[in-house]
């Protein structure tokens, strides 16, 4: 059976991006595969994270992956740092990634821009962490979402050096997935890039969102002052509108008002108003159900805690069996 590996970084509450580019196929996963979803603490370091905000975001996490239907007895979901070998399985990686590769990483690059004085190693060789949650448990297959692909790719290199300097087919050579398809890149509420945590909730939609909120931020999503043309290319923040609509609201509703937008009679308040309906009944339940989960932290805590020891045995095992490969003396 094929072994499936995710994670996500406790920095904030997860939103729709996260959902539908990565966390509806650790849902789907689950039932074929055998799993490993975690939370990505060490990562979150990276970026300095105050210790109250990683301890909780953690637990929320957590929360949340219960909450949309990971299933702890069918996939293993962990903390990161509570397996330490990932950390080991870092050093030796970090004897196969190239400075120079690092360097050119599209997301290194971005966070080198607004970090500015405060850039750290770290971040230079996240890629390498990611590879070690990755091959720790020997990974075929990560649900990820668009942003992630470079780094898969550097995954792969830094495991085909692993396995042609010592000679081994040790390390699978895992690949990004999307059930088959495009890797997904839910875009902004606000017309710009792609959604994400650090926007300052405005222009994201959070799982746990209420009906308010989540009318609130679609309302002020951009729009323009609409077609002038029949059959005219949309621009980019009404595509996006378009996209969030295909993604939850029924054929029909997507149909409707495409045609709307194609002969020129279309009013965006409308289809707002449509979209933030039918969003507030997509994330209803997960919500609903972040809210329960929020209230039985001792059912949360025992999930991490069986789960640490379930990762930490497939852990073992590879950290032993690289140990060996390396030529380090064992004491055994
Ligand atoms: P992060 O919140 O950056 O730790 O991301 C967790 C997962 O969600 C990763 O697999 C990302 O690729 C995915 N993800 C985050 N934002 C988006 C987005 N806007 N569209 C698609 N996938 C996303
Ligand atoms: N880098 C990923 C992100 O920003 C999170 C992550 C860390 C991850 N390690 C991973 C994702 C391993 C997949 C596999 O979203």
Known sequence: METVLSGVRPTGKLHLGNYLGAAINFVKMQE???CFYFIADYHALTTHTKAAMLR??????????????????????????????????????NMFAYKGELEKCVTFKEKARKEGQTLNAGLLTYPVLMAADILIHKAHKVPVGDDQMQH???????????????????????????NGEELLRVPSLDGMGKMSKSDDGKSAIFLVDDEVAILKKIKAA????????????????????????????????????????????????????????????????????????QSDEAYVRKVARNGAEKARESAQKTIK????????????
């Open 32 to 34: 074929n595969y055998k």
């Open 56 to 93: 909780d975001s953690s637990l929320n996490v957590l929360i949340e992956y219960l909450a949309i239907g990971v299933d702890p007895e069918k996939a293993t979901i962990y903390i990161q740092s509570h397996v330490p070998e990932i950390a080991e399985l870092y050093l030796f990686l």
């Open 321 to 332: 069996d690289v140990r060996d490969l390396i030529g380090l003396n064992s004491l055994h």
């Open 222 to 293: 951009k729009t323009d002052g609409g077609p002038s043309m029949p059959n005219q290319i949309k621009p980019i923040e009404i595509e996006n509108i378009f996209f969030l609509m295909k993604m939850v609201s029924d054929e029909s509703t997507y149909q409707f008002f495409d045609e709307a937008y194609n002969n020129c009679s279309i009013r965006y308040g409308d289809m707002k108003v449509q979209l933030a309906k039918d969003m507030n009944l997509y994330v209803k339940p997960f919500r609903e159900r972040i809210l329960e989960l």
């Open 152 to 178: 898969l790719e550097m995954t792969r290199n830094f495991a085909q050096r692993f396995n042609h300097y010592y000679e081994t087919e040790y390390f699978p050579i895992p690949q990004a997935f999307n």
